[in-house]
């Protein structure tokens, strides 16, 4: 079992709460993060909400079950728990305001891959942080376009 751990920080022009409401939007998720469904499983978005992200096609989907175990709004932080049983770890999410009209988004994620050699975890965490600075930058035009309707 390998250790995935990858940190995505993006600065974005776009106001702190729009993008933190945005990213807390869990079935939105499936709108900016390519080939993915999201399954709320239980709960109201808040603390204790358990979802399912799966991302892939056919057999070659991969489901994520996850809780989300901590969500501060005035702070604008998440903690997530991934509850397997194929993926197990941690996912924290943070948005800081730089000004009224910009942001820092980081997005952590601390992951155990059965299956998956030691020696591909940094490969492997290269290539996650890539494709989540990919859905960072769908995420932040869907924003966009919301703010402009």
Not at 11 to 35: C, K, N, T, Y
Not at 94 to 120: H, I, K, Q
């Amino acid at each position: 079992m390998a250790q995935v751990v990858f940190t995505v920080r993006r600065s974005l022009r776009l106001p702190a709460q729009a993008v933190f409401d945005e990213l807390i939007d869990w079935s939105g998720h499936a709108e900016w993060v390519p080939m993915t469904k999201v399954q709320i499983l239980e709960g109201d978005g808040g603390v204790g909400t358990s979802f399912v992200a799966t991302t892939g096609l056919g057999k070659a989907a991969l489901p994520d079950r996850m809780r989300v175990e901590a969500l501060d709004r005035e702070a604008m932080t998440v903690h997530i728990v991934k509850i397997g049983p194929v993926l197990t770890g941690d996912v924290h999410l943070a948005v800081t305001a730089s000004s009224n009209t910009t942001c820092e988004l980081s997005w952590v994620e601390d992951v155990r891959v059965p299956g998956l050699p030691a020696f591909l975890a940094r490969p492997v965490a290269a290539a996650a942080s890539k494709a989540f600075t990919s859905s960072i930058d769908r995420m932040a035009k869907r924003v966009t376009r919301r703010s402009q309707v």
